[in-house]
């Protein structure tokens, strides 16, 4: 199992230091015994990354100037999934992209017969950035003359400066075109994290295939802020007595293998490389029948695009799972504070630059939560009282990408919602400026795009889009979008009411939705070929919750066009294989206009067929003092809730059990 | 203390028997040692309840045929509050409103000088509704020989049938003009509850003042719908192993008196009849200085419309604080199951009809919950992790009107945020029709109002609305509100972004506004006479979360008119001593345009000075199978987050304490 094959390829991969260090966070023991059932959706095992590397280089593909951007499981056809039985056999297909000096392939490999299906050239991308790209970038920095130089002219030695590998984005300059180019504004290093000590007004451009600094940049001097650090905060707070979770038999959970049950659910559960964590085959027990609910999910990509015109922060327009991989950004989970004690914390491979892999320890956890709140219950003056109490799954990764942390949970509920939550905590994007206080003649100007949070530094507004996609199969693969509007309407006698309008979505024109209270509607997906309960057709909701920001980008914006998922809070497209992120495959200083707007160019016809659905789930954040120096967690979250699909509160038959009373 | 006092009035109250059933309920030994240190904020003591109506009829005022529809402490000035200290002496005053035959009276009572300060007579109103109104029209129904002939024809004795006392609302029909009326739908006793078979087509209009029945409508026979009882369901699901709160050591808030404190949290609770649970004088010690943030906070109305123009559905437009009590219908709270078996448990006293109280047990629950999240937390790859885990604390209350059951929790966290939350449970509002499914011909007709949940069971469409009246004081009593719009512009270099212009809003007609994501504001309250950190003027925001719905009525329904505070999410008033309720003081059978429309047409300054904020939470419900026969809690919440107002972030400090690591 994973946890037995930690760190055996951290070494390889650039990434050793980092690695040691996680090996320092405690494992919480299984608390459900893993057997390790094997199912066709389960991502590449760490001997499958070596054979489909292997097979790559029998076939003369590779050699050892080759370099993985993407390796991972290809996912096997729905049907074939849906028929597949446990125990049977079944084969394995991996997908990988292979960056050959300035060229990049794709592949297509037969694990199972060792053979090379594709090999195919993709021309004119700039595929995701490795942890080589990383290296290469601090190692062409501290060997230019010119850059240390500038750093030591502010007193730094290089020792005493780290810089942040930033992706540049595509703003149609013609001198970034053609090149893998890196940013790199750099910070102070000192007592805590750097992130609270930019040195602003210095960047380098890195040309990481030229191994050079191609554009250096010394525009400004600030000095650098020195606030203290988080860790060394001292204060008169009484530390609270302990509050935990207590299961005295023990979890509800078992994970067999990959595949999670739960009360009435089972699902599958990966980490990949790009999306992070993913959900597969969702199905709910519903008396003896197991009906299917959501085919697959995950986070499509993210997009952040920072507020700021200074030449060094306009480029900060990142997406973040297309440039740098959500789970790739994986952090282990640290037991008692990122997730209860009472968790199973599991590992995960991920593919590292050279077609082998690495594992994140305790990179996923699962739990249950006493909500402490009730499922359901009414009191009645004369037949009393009758409820239940509420508890919930919860499987969470957490990832950092650079200042900031994510989380992402999937929680499942008892009255079968699925509800994705976005959690995110860690340093904001911080700018060094000359203003203490906003008393200070300079503060107008200086928080013109952000917020003065501490002496010397602006938190810079930006904004976080997650596209989440969502392979819904309500209770078979052909579904439909019911729009069901909430319409005012006259009513006989002396009232008003709204009625609703419900209209089925014929084509993916019909279903680009901006969400808008004013004019309410149900985003509904219904199976018109099943009957459910007294013949409804059965369908779930998406529920947005407090999950709704609208993009304020120009549609002129070349940030906007690359990101342009955000034009819209709901997308639905016939599902194809190949489309699996809202901004397109290669968005590392990609073209405008790739993923959701290219794909529903055609208008194609999603109705009574097999629907995806795309979410933008956004906020804003516009900075605060208290979220200097590192945030308190904000979070977003939507939900998938069941409207005629079972036939009565699919909490109702929640056993009265341990309650007190 | 108020536990020793349990029932001690019930019986006068005519509710001795849903009291008897309360008694049933398990009550949690406290947490805490209680004392009972006297606070001017106190709501009234049984003795001064007592007291109260004795000053009355000692004066002359009242007699046996006064009814009390209001008898509460009349909040003390806010300056007063706050040089108080703890211990010293205060004066009391109470508020009643009497109901005499068919006049209605304001009393002013000095509890200390034993005065009457003021008998008011106050024309043309319906107040709330008390208990004896509910037993007049059982019994006048009972007594009715056309309704019990009726009963009596469709196959049900008088003991077979319970009606609902509803009220008519005020549709300027002149019939109903001045007179005490109450409209009762019924329902056929059985197993389980009597909501879910609604005997349609038959119903009374009561005269419980002329005791009699005014008008009797028997218009249609719709056979009564036969779906087992919730709490017959039987299924193979299996109990999950006990999932609890673990708190070895005890609790972390104490109880003086109706004071509670909890980490750097300190607020003053108590139950109203009308308003239910009311949180005041909330502030949050910050190093060395208590400060304030919220003077007062709780439900002011709620309005709840159905959508069915039947003539026994359309006036079902409830105000139901101020039509029967939102504290007033206060439930027992059931520990392990309302709230979890680690909460302290407390008691309320409500005023009867006669100027006495009652206890509602268990009224009110305090319990820590360990969210199962970080607070905040950050991994860095070179200098490691940090973080802490989430505790916040719940002030919870549940009342049950009619077939519906609410919850509003006060959540305080420990980043200092307070999270007012609304749950619903229990009935939805079910229609009688032939409709048996979807698939019959009468399905359409039948369910165009709203959702066939079972067979002749409709679902009928409505709303939620609450208006939370908000009295915040940001570190003083002058606050501003400022709208910080987020402001689509060009910025330098390629980009476009989004900035932020504030403006203070100066008088009422400026702060009424409405949600709208495509044009994102921050709500923002501010102390403008205060340095913050970094010198910002120290701020709260209001943030919608999941709570944002527009009202769909039209703007001259008579429903829409009584109610018009659902126009905007959110009003700004100056703070007046008698502006407490957001649909007027008398909405049983009210006028039109009361409260907060009729308040701020004034159009008041607002720019620093004691504002308060009124803010409509709301949501459609389209009811769907899922929610029969018992529906799932629904929440919806807001939050006032701290903006600028503490120098960091207010969780870093939280002791690393009890991490498993």
């Known amino acids: 199992?994973?946890?037995?094959?930690?760190?055996?390829?951290?070494?390889?991969?650039?990434?050793?230091?980092?690695?040691?260090?996680?090996?320092?966070?405690a494992s919480m023991d299984p608390l459900q015994e893993m057997q390790a059932e094997p199912h066709p959706l389960d991502p590449l095992t760490l001997n499958e990354y070596t054979q489909a590397t292997a097979i790559l280089r029998s076939a003369g593909y590779i050699n050892d100037a080759s370099r993985f951007t993407v390796l991972e499981l290809l996912d096997p056809p729905k049907r074939s999934v849906q028929v597949w039985q446990p125990g049977e056999d079944f084969n394995r297909l991996a997908f990988a992209v292979v960056k050959q000096g300035s060229q990049t392939f794709e592949a297509r490999i037969d694990l199972g017969s060792e053979t090379v299906l594709a090999w195919t050239e993709v021309e004119d991308v700039q595929p995701s950035l490795i942890v080589e790209d990383f290296i290469n970038t601090f190692r062409i920095l501290a060997e230019d003359e010119e850059?240390?130089?500038?750093?030591?002219?502010?007193?730094?030695?290089?020792?005493?400066?780290?810089?942040?590998?930033?992706?540049?984005?595509?703003?149609?300059?013609?001198?970034?075109?053609?090149r893998r180019l890196i940013k790199t504004p750099c910070y102070a290093l000192g007592e805590g994290s750097r992130f609270t000590r930019p040195i602003e007004g210095i960047f380098a451009v890195v040309d990481v295939e030229a191994n050079e600094?191609?554009?250096?940049?010394?525009?400004?001097?600030?000095?650098?802020?020195?606030?203290?650090a988080a860790t060394t905060v001292s204060s008169n707070r009484q530390a609270l007595r302990e509050i935990g979770i207590y299961q005295p038999d023990g979890a509800n959970f078992s994970v067999n293998g990959h595949v999670i049950k739960w009360d009435n659910w089972s699902f599958h559960y990966r980490l990949e490389k790009r999306s992070g964590l993913v959900v597969s085959d969702v199905h709910y027990q519903d008396g003896d029948n197991q009906r299917s609910i959501l085919y697959q999910g995950?986070?499509?990509?993210?997009?952040?695009?920072?507020?700021?015109?200074?030449?060094?922060?306009?480029?900060?327009?990142?997406?973040?799972?297309?440039?740098?991989?959500?789970?790739?950004?994986?952090?282990?989970?640290?037991?008692?504070?990122?997730?209860?004690?009472?968790?199973?914390?599991?590992?995960?491979?991920?593919?590292?630059?050279?077609?082998?892999?690495?594992?994140?320890?305790?990179?996923?956890?699962?739990?249950?939560?006493?909500?402490?709140?009730?499922?359901?219950?009414?009191?009645?003056?004369?037949?009393?009282?009758?409820?239940?109490?509420?508890?919930?799954?919860?499987?969470?990764?957490?990832?950092?990408?650079?200042?900031?942390?994510?989380?992402?949970?999937?929680?499942?509920?008892?009255?079968?919602?699925?509800?994705?939550?976005?959690?995110?905590?860690?340093?904001?994007?911080?700018?060094?400026?000359?203003t203490q206080s906003m008393s200070d003649a300079t503060a107008q100007a200086d928080s013109a795009f952000g917020t003065l949070v501490a002496p010397g530094l602006i938190g810079v507004n930006h904004d976080h889009f997650f596209s989440f996609r969502l392979d819904v199969d309500i209770d078979g693969i052909n579904n439909s979008l019911s729009l069901d509007r909430l319409v005012p309407r006259d009513i006989a006698g002396p009232r008003t009411a709204w009625v609703i309008e419900s209209e089925i979505a014929q084509s993916e024109a019909e279903a680009?939705?901006?969400?808008?209270?004013?004019?309410?509607?149900?985003?509904?997906?219904?199976?018109?070929?099943?009957?459910?309960?007294?013949?409804?057709?059965?369908?779930?909701?998406?529920?947005?919750?407090?999950?709704?920001?609208y993009t304020?980008?120009?549609?002129?914006?070349?940030?906007?066009?690359?990101?342009?998922?955000?034009?819209?809070?709901?997308?639905?497209?016939?599902?194809?294989?190949?489309?699996?992120?809202?901004?397109?495959?290669?968005?590392?200083?990609?073209?405008?206009?790739?993923?959701?707007?290219?794909?529903?160019?055609?208008?194609?016809?999603?109705?009574?067929?097999?629907?995806?659905?795309?979410?933008?789930?956004?906020?804003?954040?516009?900075?605060?003092?208290?979220?200097?120096?590192?945030?308190?967690?904000?979070?977003?979250?939507?939900?998938?809730?069941?409207?005629?699909?079972?036939?009565?509160?699919?909490?109702?038959?929640?056993?009265?059990?341990?309650?007190?009373?």
């Open 147 to 178: 850059f240390v130089a500038a750093m030591a002219a502010r007193g730094y030695a290089p020792d005493e400066v780290a810089c942040s590998p930033m992706t540049l984005g595509n703003y149609n300059i013609p001198r970034y075109q053609g």
């Open 512 to 549: 680009k939705i901006n969400y808008n209270p004013a004019r309410p509607a149900i985003w509904r997906v219904m199976n018109p070929n099943q009957s459910g309960p007294v013949d409804h057709a059965p369908g779930y909701l998406l529920r947005p919750l407090n999950s709704i920001a």
């Open 298 to 434: 995950a986070v499509s990509e993210l997009f952040v695009p920072y507020m700021d015109p200074d030449t060094m922060w306009y480029s900060r327009t990142f997406l973040d799972a297309g440039e740098y991989g959500f789970g790739a950004s994986g952090t282990p989970l640290s037991p008692g504070t990122d997730c209860p004690l009472t968790s199973l914390f599991l590992d995960a491979d991920i593919p590292d630059d050279f077609g082998n892999a690495f594992t994140i320890p305790n990179a996923i956890c699962i739990f249950e939560r006493n909500t402490g709140d009730p499922a359901w219950r009414h009191f009645e003056f004369d037949s009393g009282f009758e409820g239940r109490p509420a508890v919930e799954l919860v499987v969470r990764m957490g990832a950092t990408i650079g200042n900031y942390d994510y989380f992402i949970d999937w929680v499942f509920t008892q009255d079968g919602r699925i509800k994705p939550r976005i959690g995110a905590s860690g340093y904001d994007g911080y700018k060094g400026v000359l």
């Open 213 to 228: 600094v191609y554009e250096f940049m010394d525009y400004a001097q600030i000095p650098v802020a020195d606030n203290p």
């Open 552 to 661: 304020l980008l120009d549609p002129e914006d070349p940030a906007h066009q690359r990101a342009a998922f955000t034009q819209h809070q709901l997308w639905v497209t016939p599902y194809a294989a190949d489309e699996r992120y809202a901004a397109g495959n290669y968005v590392n200083q990609g073209d405008f206009g790739m993923g959701l707007p290219a794909w529903t160019a055609e208008d194609r016809a999603i109705e009574n067929t097999d629907i995806v659905l795309w979410y933008s789930a956004g906020f804003h954040h516009a900075p605060r003092v208290e979220d200097f120096p590192i945030m308190p967690f904000a979070w977003h979250e939507f939900e998938l809730m069941p409207y005629n699909f079972f036939s009565r509160n699919p909490a109702l038959d929640i056993s009265p059990q341990w309650r007190g009373n």
């Open 1 to 25: 199992m994973n946890a037995q094959m930690k760190f055996r390829k951290a070494a390889k991969s650039g990434l050793m230091v980092s690695m040691m260090l996680l090996a320092a966070c």
